[in-house]
T-cell receptor
Framework: DTGVSQDPRHKITKRGQNVTFRCDPISEHNRLYWYRQTLGQGPEFLTYFQNEAQLEKSRLLSDRFSAERPKGSFSTLEIQRTEQGDSAMYLC?????????????FGAGTRLSVL | AQSVTQLGSHVSVSEGALVLLRCNYSSSVPPYLFWYVQYPNQGLQLLLKYTSAATLVKGINGFEAEFKKSETSFHLTKPSAHMSDAAEYFCAVTEPTGNQFYFGTGTSLTVIP
C-alpha cells in the first residue's frame, strides 16, 4: 500500500491552456474524491466516483472541468481553457466504501499555477 | 447541512506549552469528525477521528480531541507543543454515510522556541 499518489506535483500553465492531472488511489479503494484548496482555505469538494461511476459533482465544477475514472482505478481531472482563478491545490482522496469509519486518505496534491 | 468553524486562523504557542485548536461543527445528523494536519506543500494527513465511539479520541503525535455534543465542539489538544507540530490543521465533518467532507478554513500553528 503506497498511499494515494498524484501527478504532477506542480503545474504551471498559461491562461487558456488545457491541463490534466492524474490520481492513483490506494489499491482496492472503490471511492475516489477530488477537492480544490485555495490559499488560506480548507479543501472544497469537487466530485467523487464509486468505481468508474461519477456519482456527484459540486457546483464548483464548471463546464470547463471534467473528471474520469475509466476503469475504476486511477482518475484524471482535466481543466480546459484555464483561468487565473483556477490556480489552486487539487487534492485527491480515496476510501474503501465497505469500511465503516468513512476515512478518506489524501494524496499530496497537484499545485496549479495559471499565469 | 453540515459545516465547520475553526476559531482562530493563526495560533502561536511556546515550545512545551499546551496546544488548543478549536473546532465547532453544525450537523443535522450525528456526525463523524476528523482532524487532519497539512505540512507545507503536502497533502492532508489524518491525525484522529471521532466515529461515534469514545468521546475522547487519541491520535498520532500525542494529539487528542474530545467530542462534546452539547457544545457542538471537537477541539484538538496536545499537552506539550513540539517544534515539529508547526503546520496547518483542518477540522472536517461528514455524515456516517456521507459522500464528502466539509472542512473548516484551517488553523495555522506556530511553535515558538
Amino acid at each position: 500500500d503506497t498511499g494515494v499518489s498524484q501527478d504532477p506535483r506542480h503545474k504551471i500553465t498559461k491562461r487558456g491552456q488545457n491541463v490534466t492531472f492524474r490520481c492513483d488511489p490506494i489499491s482496492e479503494h472503490n471511492r475516489l474524491y477530488w477537492y480544490r484548496q485555495t490559499l488560506g482555505q480548507g479543501p472544497e469538494f469537487l466530485t467523487y466516483f464509486q468505481n468508474e461511476a461519477q456519482l456527484e459533482k459540486s457546483r464548483l465544477l464548471s463546464d470547463r472541468f471534467s473528471a474520469e475514472r475509466p476503469k475504476g482505478s486511477f482518475s484524471t481531472l482535466e481543466i480546459q481553457r484555464t483561468e487565473q482563478g483556477d490556480s489552486a491545490m487539487y487534492l485527491c482522496a480515496s476510501r474503501d466504501f465497505s469500511e465503516a469509519k468513512n476515512i478518506q486518505y489524501f494524496g499530496a496534491g497537484t499545485r496549479l499555477s495559471v499565469l | 447541512a453540515q459545516s465547520v468553524t475553526q476559531l482562530g486562523s493563526h495560533v502561536s504557542v511556546s515550545e512545551g506549552a499546551l496546544v488548543l485548536l478549536r473546532c465547532n461543527y453544525s450537523s443535522s445528523v450525528p456526525p463523524y469528525l476528523f482532524w487532519y494536519v497539512q505540512y507545507p506543500n503536502q497533502g492532508l494527513q489524518l491525525l484522529l477521528k471521532y466515529t461515534s465511539a469514545a468521546t475522547l479520541v487519541k491520535g498520532i503525535n500525542g494529539f487528542e480531541a474530545e467530542f462534546k455534543k452539547s457544545e457542538t465542539s471537537f477541539h484538538l489538544t496536545k499537552p506539550s507543543a513540539h517544534m515539529s507540530d508547526a503546520a496547518e490543521y483542518f477540522c472536517a465533518v461528514t455524515e456516517p454515510t456521507g459522500n464528502q467532507f466539509y472542512f473548516g478554513t484551517g488553523t495555522s500553528l506556530t511553535v515558538i522556541p
